[in-house]
């Protein structure tokens, strides 16, 4: 083992990456708390903003201090990518199953680009760069125009989904538990936490299924409009028979994923 890469398996086990990590959630709870009052307005006709991660911080752009919390907001998923990407480079080696151990890398390896784009956005609308606007519909069309690419939006499709039932399947079985300490699932603050990420990370698959939904549908129809992202697969909720009762409890299920993420803060277990 060279030096750097002792230093850099040092710093992925260091106290301060422990508290990196839990400004990064805190970042993270505050996003999806956003995230879920936009959706809650968007469920009584009341939304200024797209329901989504850039929206949230469009929105919270302006609001008083807004930039500063902004650049906060990207900060906090700096600290989270580096945290994943250590963990992709030197995590899990106590994992006696190499196919198991590499496929949790290759997990914090997607959590760590997903922290990336929420940090790029905010980096983009704290310089004004970003207009707080998605532009699904139109990548979706670039990939549409390559060789295979009606396939390869479906395989798209088909891996949001993937992803979005084992966010409800972590949910319903509680696995999220192991990410908090023993005094965070203890007591009645421990069952509310637990409450909290049950609903959380249940709403939150169920939204990510329907963005793949739709991302599966635009390939079937090869019409790139009808995909779509966070914002336009809540639109398609609210459109449903009861939709206004159905979003609205998703609005609240994301912001009890942003309470579930303080939470996890608090009692970091990793």
């Not at 422990?18 to 956003?34: C, N, P, Q, S, T």
């Not at 939006?153 to 023993?182: C, P, Q």
């Not at 079937?220 to 206004?244: C, M, R, W, Y």
């Amino acid at each position: 083992m060279n030096a750097s890469t002792s230093a850099a398996e040092q710093a992925h086990h260091s106290d301060w990456m422990d508290h990196a990590i839990r400004a990064g959630l805190v970042a993270y709870g505050v996003v999806h708390l956003l995230v879920g009052w936009l959706a809650l307005q968007l469920a009584f006709g009341e939304k200024e903003d797209s329901a989504s991660n850039s929206g949230a911080l469009h929105y919270l752009a302006q609001q008083p201090m807004g930039g500063v919390l902004v650049w906060m907001i990207a900060v906090g998923m700096l600290f989270l990518v580096v945290w994943r990407l250590l963990e992709f480079g030197f995590g899990f080696r106590d994992e006696s199953d190499d196919a198991k151990r590499w496929r949790k890398r290759a997990t914090s390896l997607g959590k760590a680009v997903i922290y990336g784009a929420i940090g790029w956005s905010a980096v983009q609308t704290a310089t004004g760069s970003g207009g707080g606007k998605g532009g699904t519909d139109s990548t979706t069309a670039k990939i549409m125009n390559l060789p295979g690419g009606q396939l390869l939006v479906g395989a798209i499709g088909l891996a949001i989904i993937g992803y979005g039932i084992s966010l409800v399947v972590r949910g319903w079985t509680e696995k999220f538990r192991e990410h908090l300490d023993a005094q965070g699932q203890a007591g009645q603050d421990g069952s509310a936490y637990v409450l909290m990420g049950k609903i959380g990370y249940i709403a939150k698959g169920i939204a990510i299924i329907i963005v793949g939904g739709l991302f599966g549908y635009a390939a079937i129809t090869h019409e790139a409009k009808k995909s779509g992202g966070l914002d336009q697969a809540l639109q398609t909720v609210l459109e449903q028979p009861f939709g206004q009762a159905m979003l609205t409890a998703i609005a609240f299920g994301i912001a009890a994923y942003g309470v579930f993420c303080f939470a996890r803060a608090k009692h970091l277990s990793r």
